[in-house]
């Protein structure tokens, strides 16, 4: 039930997901994730994976009263972080009047889940953790705590198999707009890592991990500079990435080009800044060039521009609506509940899963009644049912009206600009084609294989790489 409900989140909260890779599907095994957004990471771990997972969750979630079930139903393990062993400020005070350090007192506060954990492996659960230890915003790899692998060569030692082995399995998150409702995410099943001896140095554990991880993650210094990177992309394809692998790919294969011309990448940014004021992208302008040169503006605006004002715009408002409301909701609850940041994210999607039932549940029996006052005939079990289908029908067909027709809006803003403004509109576009120009120029025809090849990857199923002593 929480695979499907995290699956229904997930295919709600982001227009495009895309899954590559290799990953482990067997017993024993622990899987680690980049962690850049709260809940929505293990959300997105639950719905992608093809195994059950057992997450690893901080202890204070327990306290609250939404978050709880859901972390029973998983049957998460708590563990204590440090920032967590510094807010309880009595036990932990008691423990230094002890003669006890902080290291060993979050030590002695986390025996209890090692051993968890290390039960649970041995079993042949599959373990779900994020070895940075805290959610964050930044557009880059954080260090990864050690604990991870001291979980694994624990397992490794309380095994009576002598051919016991523990799997990591390394997760790639690529957020491409993390902020943006509807945006896009790739998922990258990394190379697996295989534990087979006890005695393997936690230091090529941890460097093993990192090295995978970052095979498949594109890094940055700010989220500016990303964005500036996948509108090269787009610029250079007519299309968003399709795995985090290509983008990485790409990313490595051109920064050493385009950093050679900082002004040009200062030309690249303002273009970006320009296209986003009025909501335009590359996209959308190759696909408004390509049909101009096919057919008159007028056809254009007679097939694509018909349907998109008389339904796909009118559903695509309707879904906004019914959609808007219960967020705005959900946030205000989340706002109240807590004071910490790194929970807020978590708290609007726990409130949202019983605010969205709510909502439908109150969109339903409105359908109903406007049914039952249009069509007094109409059986009161049959309008219930009607009802209850229109508010997630509605959500459905504004997003696939949305996304199905998303190039023409962006078109249209851009053909009122020609008509009102044509002297900006001929700047923007003279410019826009210039810039395309230069970033095809950099790029040369044997990289360019390479990357198409990058997309070609789908997920697939192999064995672990062994990292032993």
Same mark, same amino acid.
């Given at each position: 039930?929480?695979?499907?409900? $995290?699956?229904?989140?997930?295919?709600?909260?982001?227009?495009? +997901?895309?899954?590559?890779?290799?990953? &482990?599907?067997?017993?024993?095994?622990?899987?680690? %994730?980049?962690?850049?957004?709260?809940?929505?990471? !293990?959300?997105?771990?639950?719905?992608?994976?093809?195994?059950?997972?057992?997450?690893?969750?901080?202890?204070?979630?327990?306290?609250?009263?939404?978050?709880?079930?859901?972390?029973?139903?998983?049957?998460?393990?708590?563990?204590?972080?440090?920032?967590?062993?510094?807010?309880?400020?009595?036990? &932990?005070?008691?423990?230094?009047?002890?003669?006890?350090?902080?290291?060993?007192?979050?030590?002695?506060?986390?025996?209890?889940?090692?051993?968890?954990?290390?039960?649970?492996?041995?079993?042949?659960?599959?373990?779900?953790?994020?070895?940075?230890?805290?959610?964050?915003?930044?557009?880059?790899?954080?260090?990864?705590?050690?604990?991870?692998?001291?979980?694994?060569?624990?397992?490794?030692?309380? %095994?009576?198999?002598?051919?016991?082995?523990?799997?990591?399995?390394?997760?790639?998150?690529?957020?491409?707009?993390?902020?943006?409702?509807?945006?896009?995410?790739?998922?990258?099943?990394?190379?697996?890592?295989?534990?087979?001896?006890?005695?393997?140095?936690?230091?090529?554990?941890?460097?093993?991990?990192?090295?995978?991880?970052?095979?498949?993650?594109?890094?940055?210094?700010?989220?500016?500079?990303?964005?500036?990177?996948?509108?090269?992309?787009?610029?250079?394809?007519?299309? !968003? !990435?399709?795995?985090?692998?290509?983008?990485?790919?790409?990313?490595?294969?051109?920064?050493?080009?385009?950093?050679?011309?900082?002004?040009?990448?200062?030309?690249?940014?303002?273009?970006?800044?320009?296209?986003?004021?009025?909501?335009?992208?590359?996209?959308?302008?190759?696909?408004?060039?390509?049909?101009?040169?096919?057919?008159?503006?007028?056809?254009?605006?007679?097939?694509?521009?018909?349907?998109?004002?008389?339904?796909?715009?009118?559903?695509? &408002?309707?879904?906004?609506?019914?959609?808007?409301?219960?967020?705005?909701?959900?946030?205000?609850?989340?706002? +109240?509940?807590?004071?910490?940041?790194?929970?807020?994210?978590?708290?609007?999607?726990?409130?949202?899963?019983?605010?969205?039932?709510?909502?439908?549940?109150?969109?339903?029996?409105?359908?109903?009644?406007?049914? #039952?006052? +249009?069509?007094?005939? #109409?059986?009161?079990?049959?309008?219930?049912?009607?009802?209850? $289908?229109?508010?997630?029908?509605?959500?459905?067909?504004?997003?696939?009206?949305?996304?199905?027709?998303?190039?023409?809006?962006? &078109?249209?803003?851009?053909?009122?600009?020609?008509?009102?403004?044509?002297?900006?509109?001929?700047?923007?576009?003279?410019?826009?084609?210039?810039?395309?120009?230069?970033?095809?120029?950099?790029?040369?025809?044997?990289?360019?294989?390479?990357?198409?090849?990058?997309?070609?990857?789908?997920?697939?199923?192999?064995?672990?790489?062994?990292?032993?002593?």
């Amino acid at each position: 039930m929480l695979r499907v409900l $995290a699956k229904a989140l997930s295919r709600i909260f982001f227009r495009r +997901i895309s899954v590559s890779g290799t990953p &482990y599907v067997g017993p024993h095994a622990i899987w680690a %994730s980049n962690h850049q957004s709260g809940i929505v990471d !293990p959300a997105i771990m639950m719905a992608l994976v093809p195994v059950p997972l057992r997450p690893i969750s901080k202890h204070t979630l327990w306290a609250h009263p939404i978050m709880r079930p859901l972390l029973e139903l998983t049957k998460s393990i708590p563990v204590r972080r440090t920032q967590d062993v510094m807010i309880e400020a009595q036990a &932990y005070k008691q423990a230094i009047e002890r003669g006890v350090s902080e290291k060993e007192w979050r030590a002695d506060a986390n025996t209890g889940a090692f051993q968890a954990v290390s039960d649970a492996i041995v079993a042949g659960d599959r373990i779900l953790i994020f070895p940075e230890g805290v959610s964050h915003d930044l557009p880059y790899l954080q260090q990864l705590k050690t604990g991870i692998a001291r979980m694994a060569l624990q397992a490794m030692t309380h %095994s009576k198999n002598e051919n016991f082995t523990v799997v990591l399995q390394p997760v790639a998150i690529d957020y491409f707009e993390k902020d943006e409702y509807r945006s896009d995410i790739a998922v990258h099943f990394c190379e697996p890592i295989a534990v087979t001896s006890s005695e393997t140095p936690v230091k090529d554990l941890m460097d093993a991990l990192r090295h995978s991880i970052l095979e498949a993650l594109a890094q940055f210094s700010t989220w500016d500079e990303k964005r500036n990177w996948l509108f090269l992309f787009e610029i250079a394809y007519g299309r !968003p !990435p399709q795995s985090a692998r290509e983008f990485r790919v790409f990313v490595d294969a051109y920064r050493p080009e385009f950093d050679k011309d900082p002004v040009f990448l200062a030309r690249v940014q303002t273009m970006r800044r320009m296209l986003l004021a009025m909501n335009i992208s590359p996209a959308q302008i190759i696909w408004g060039e390509a049909h101009e040169k096919k057919r008159s503006f007028f056809k254009l605006i007679t097939t694509q521009g018909l349907f998109y004002f008389i339904i796909a715009g009118p559903i695509e &408002y309707l879904s906004f609506f019914v959609w808007f409301i219960p967020q705005r909701i959900a946030g205000f609850l989340a706002d +109240i509940s807590t004071s910490d940041r790194d929970v807020l994210a978590t708290m609007k999607i726990a409130h949202g899963v019983y605010v969205f039932a709510i909502w439908i549940a109150l969109g339903s029996l409105s359908a109903k009644a406007i049914l #039952l006052l +249009i069509w007094p005939e #109409l059986n009161d079990a049959v309008a219930f049912i009607v009802g209850l $289908a229109s508010g997630p029908l509605i959500l459905f067909m504004g997003l696939w009206s949305t996304e199905r027709h998303d190039h023409f809006p962006g &078109y249209w803003r851009l053909a009122k600009l020609r008509l009102l403004f044509p002297r900006g509109w001929r700047e923007v576009i003279d410019e826009w084609r210039a810039m395309s120009e230069a970033v095809v120029s950099k790029i040369d025809i044997v990289n360019q294989r390479h990357i198409e090849d990058e997309r070609q990857i789908r997920v697939r199923y192999g064995r672990a790489t062994s990292v032993s002593q």
